[in-house]
């Protein structure tokens, strides 16, 4: 039986081609808003979910329980860190059995199989079926800190506290124990600037989800590291150099709230490295380029990076903090010049469908923060015709980084709300009205489900003052406190009282075949 009593009404396709074309402001209601947003994001959820059953678990090595991904290895700096946490979101956001199984299993297999010094794990050679102990060290730090910071971080930034964040915990932990470079400022893992900011994203998640104020100092001995010198510049804003400057953004915004005083000394060091991205990182429309010219610019003779937006999220916890409005507005130029017609498929990374991802990705974290028409436009162009426009064939990491991109797409159209077993025949999406949010679902054939909704994540897990923007996490967008209450209806049914708790565990919904539905959400 049907929640509530309902028309039934045919349920067809939409043209992407035309739907894409329609700007989104001609959505006269919430209603059509959350209807237009589950046609963007069916074919993103039906994407992660054939790309998880027919090309990813297939993949999931029967002896060892490893996800085979790409050759005849389960290494760190890319297997563990870039392919298994975006296995994890698919599973997660559309089959939550295979994710409680395989992926778990997942893990316990290269806790079981590849710790080798202490928690930090060496590379297994799936041929020998031997773990590689013979990795230099410094290969063995790089891979784990790949690990914590593209592999763990995403799956606890999705699914919270539990035996991700524990592995993490216990990697970081051993590596911090072992720290062998000396600075002036206490001993640092390594002095390679890319595993410095990967533990730089790592730590400062660490001390707000577990109050352990090591991670704090540990954080602070890298930004000292790199801002107490006056010849540091932010050379690199490509993947060897956006997770120190995102991290650093971060970490402004925690002491923010945690230690002022601290952040008031780092404040003119992170505002001179912030300023001198502007003064030599940009083409003419905003866009960052992957190396820091040797002067002022704009210079639009130089190759661009796809991470972009992964360095401009540290403009906006910058904002955040000070309130100055110039670091926030910066923001909002590449976001409105992405609507050009170049930055249409443009060769963020020649053909590679990583620059895609890559670039997407970006956009979508700052669009939840700086919403540009433009940029939304450009967005669910570029997901449609780079990313879904023919199925993601593989598991490669630039593959895996495509169904990341996918997932994130996919959410940000229907407020963060999922369906934790997915089915290809299904449309959700949803639009915000006023504090509350309007939701739209439909299915062709008979359906019963549940959906689930987001919780304020950066505050009940991280301890975060703010959802500060950050290289990969989950933007959130509605939001259910579980302590509070708040008023469903369904269509033109009677409204009820539910718990953010209940609908944290789902609001099960029943649709009959063809049936389209409308459902209210809003804080009491």
Not at 194 to 208: I, P, S, T
Not at 409 to 425: E, F, M
Request: net charge negative.
């Amino acid at each position: 039986m049907s929640l509530a009593k309902r028309q039934l009404v045919p349920v067809f396709t939409v043209s992407l081609v035309r739907l894409l074309s329609a700007p989104l402001c001609l959505a006269s209601s919430p209603r059509e808003l959350a209807s237009k947003n589950a046609d963007l994001a069916a074919p993103a959820f039906t994407e992660m979910h054939r790309w998880l059953h027919e090309v990813a678990l297939p993949k999931i090595d029967p002896k060892t329980k490893l996800f085979r991904a790409t050759g005849d290895s389960w290494n760190y700096r890319d297997t563990a860190a870039d392919c298994y946490p975006f296995l994890a979101w698919a599973a997660y956001f559309t089959n939550r059995e295979a994710f409680e199984g395989p992926v778990r299993d997942a893990l316990h297999a290269e806790i079981n199989l590849c710790s080798q010094h202490g928690a930090i794990p060496v590379d297994y050679d799936f041929r020998t079926s031997e773990k590689q102990v013979s990795q230099p060290y410094d290969s063995v730090v790089f891979g784990a800190s790949e690990y914590m910071k593209d592999g763990l971080v995403a799956v606890v930034e999705a699914t919270g506290p539990g035996e991700w964040l524990d592995r993490m915990k216990a990697i970081a932990d051993e590596l911090w124990k072992r720290a062998g470079i000396d600075t002036p400022y206490g001993k640092l893992v390594s002095s390679n600037l890319e595993v410095n900011g990967d533990h730089m994203q790592v730590l400062v998640r660490l001390f707000g989800l577990t109050g352990d104020q090591r991670y704090l100092e540990y954080a602070r001995r890298i930004a000292d590291y790199y801002l107490n010198d006056p010849s540091f510049v932010p050379r690199y804003l490509d993947d060897h150099g956006c997770e120190l400057i995102g991290g650093l953004g971060l970490l402004q915004g925690v002491l923010s709230s945690v230690a002022p005083e601290e952040e008031k000394r780092y404040r003119p060091l992170i505002k001179k490295m912030l300023d001198t991205i502007l003064e030599r990182g940009l083409n003419s429309d905003g866009l960052l380029l992957n190396t820091l010219a040797d002067t002022p610019g704009p210079h639009d003779d130089k190759p661009l990076t796809d991470n972009w937006g992964y360095n401009y999220v540290s403009f906006y916890c910058y904002y955040l903090v000070t309130g100055d409005a110039k670091y926030r507005d910066v923001i909002r130029t590449p976001l409105t010049n992405l609507a050009k017609p170049k930055y249409h498929l443009y060769p963020w990374e020649g053909t590679n469908i990583d620059g895609h991802a890559d670039s997407i990705e970006g956009a979508i974290y700052l669009l939840n923060v700086v919403p540009v028409e433009e940029g939304v436009q450009w967005a669910d162009r570029e997901v449609a015709d780079a990313l879904i426009g023919k199925p993601i064939p593989g598991t490669s990491k630039f593959e895996c980084n495509a169904i990341r991109t996918v997932t994130l797409y996919a959410l940000s159209k229907t407020q963060g709300i999922h369906i934790p077993k997915w089915r290809d025949d299904l449309k959700l999406g949803a639009a915000r009205d006023g504090d509350g949010v309007v939701i739209y679902v439909s299915a062709k054939e008979p359906w019963k489900g549940r959906l689930i909704f987001d919780v304020p994540r950066h505050s009940l897990w991280f301890n975060f003052a703010h959802d500060w923007p950050r290289i990969n996490y989950l933007p959130e967008y509605f939001t259910v406190n579980p302590k509070h209450n708040y008023t469903v209806k369904m269509d033109s049914g009677t409204a009820r009282a539910m718990t953010g708790e209940s609908l944290r565990n789902g609001l099960p919904i029943a649709l009959e075949a063809g049936e389209e539905l409308t459902i209210s959400v809003k804080p009491d």
